[in-house]
């Protein structure tokens, strides 16, 4: 009875690790795929950090040399170069979120404004991503899905900012598109060699002149 009575007050034990096993056996699992996310990151990083140092096209070495592992290790995170650079890609178009804030401005025109502004600055940001997506968007399904996904969202953001004489009208509304597409700013700052404030300078200049060119618009 004395024994029973001093079991009954004894605490439950808390579950052990099977005895046959190491205790270190049993958070290895969770060591092991801490380690694999770590990898991971580094060869995205790397791809990054090449890409926007100019390399378009990073091979799996360079990756590998610069996130210091091995050639396998990127395979086996990633089945082939289409993918890392899918990843990249999504991981470079998060930035794009900063462009769908709330603006801070009221009225379409400051808002307008607003809107060139953050684009521009993104644009500029991510120009060395977009051109690294661009020279292998034609052959990944991925990239290219991303890519139309942009253009859609910019587009959709667009049109609902400006009054309906804008939005209605085709030719000013695909000119005001067009003007502030990341094409238009890569042709300037890359093809056409201006700095960025110049470059800012001619798209800013375009859209006044077209809005100046509408019929008299409500702010």
Known sequence: MVQ???AAKQPAMRPQAPESLPASTAVEPDGRRRRSRQSRDRIVQAMLELVEAGDVTPGAEAVAARAAVGLRSVFRHFKDMES??????FRVAQHYEAMLAPFETSGWRNQLAEMI?????TFE???PFKRAAD???HES???QAN???SLAMMRSRLSGLLPAALADDPVRFESLD??????????LRVDQGLESVAARAVVEGQVALLLAAAAPLSD
């Open 147 to 149: 890519y139309t996904s």
């Open 117 to 121: 502004e953050r684009r521009l600055t």
């Open 178 to 187: 067009l003007l502030l597409s990341f094409d238009v700013w890569q042709r």
């Open 84 to 89: 890392l650079y899918a990843e990249m890609t």
């Open 141 to 143: 399904p991925a990239l």
């Open 135 to 137: 020279a292998h968007r």
């Open 4 to 6: 029973l009575n001093m």
């Open 125 to 127: 940001r991510l120009m």
